[in-house]
């Protein structure tokens, strides 16, 4: 049996709501007793979900970091989706897909600061390489503060193939570049859109680059290169949602 520490109010608690993976036991130390920590344990009992007291030191080694709040989760660990499911189970048929691509992103903190933010964005499911990209682990969790728990995550083993697949279903693939010479700002971003994001280093690989259907940049002004790939899928994003929302009020008023 595989398992996994998860450490961090909101990472714990948001996996207890969203009950998409078991939790065998939580600890928790004894001199935590915020309202959010009664919260947790509330939920838990309901779940039917063991709570166990710890004093400080011993939480350290399960939780194997110094940033667990007081509070860790025994868990199995997190359950990637299959692409082909959720396209067959959500054709488009007129409904809108919103999907991220992260190519060579490696950085956890990144990745985890783009869950978050895409939650918050509308962002259907977030594809990711098996190769060459960081793992939905605790850390990432930690960082999206529990977003993860909320959003399909899709791990394939061609970014390529991926994309030609997700355009065959109708979705049009905007490659974020900075070398790019028409702006995220100029260009449609409404309808069924998958949005591919490159990591800091690199940007996006050639190939997957040529396939894109075409590419944006985000504009700026100083002396800095790039923009955090963070920061840069959370401008991307959200254009994207503002667009649609102007999108659907302009439909709404015909």
């Excluded at 915020?34 to 710890?54: G, M, T, W, Y």
């Excluded at 930690?142 to 995550?153: D, M, N």
């Excluded at 894109?212 to 991307?236: E, T, W, Y």
Aim: positive net charge; glycine residues 6%.
């Amino acid at each position: 049996m595989k398992t996994e520490i998860l450490y961090g109010i909101n990472s714990v608690f948001e996996a207890l709501k969203a009950g998409k993976r078991r939790i065998y036991e939580i600890y928790i130390e004894e001199s935590k007793t915020s309202k959010r920590i009664l919260e947790v344990i509330k939920f838990a009992k309901s779940k039917k979900i063991p709570v166990k007291k710890i004093k400080t030191l011993p939480l350290n080694p399960i939780a194997r970091t110094s940033q667990h709040q007081g509070i860790s989760a025994k868990v199995e660990p997190y359950l990637t989706f299959d692409l082909t499911d959720i396209i067959a189970s959500e054709p488009l048929n007129g409904n809108r897909h919103f999907f991220l691509l992260l190519d060579n992103v490696i950085d956890p903190r990144n990745l985890g600061a783009i869950i978050r933010t895409a939650l918050g964005a509308g962002v259907d499911s977030i594809i990711i390489p098996k190769d060459r990209s960081a793992l939905p682990t605790p850390a990432v969790s930690k960082t999206s503060a529990g977003a993860i728990e909320h959003v399909r995550l899709i791990r394939v083993t061609n970014m390529v193939d991926t994309i030609r697949f997700l355009k065959q279903q109708g979705l049009w693939i905007v490659g974020l570049d900075k070398g790019a010479d028409k702006t995220i700002y100029a260009s449609d971003l409404t309808g069924s859109i998958a949005i591919v994001i490159g990591g800091e280093e690199k940007g996006i690989r050639p190939l997957v680059k040529k396939n894109c259907d075409f590419l944006v940049s985000i504009p700026q002004k100083g002396l800095l290169d790039s923009l955090n790939a963070s920061v840069a899928a959370a401008i991307a994003m959200y254009e994207a949602y503002r667009q649609n929302k102007i999108s659907q009020t302009n439909k709404s008023q015909r």
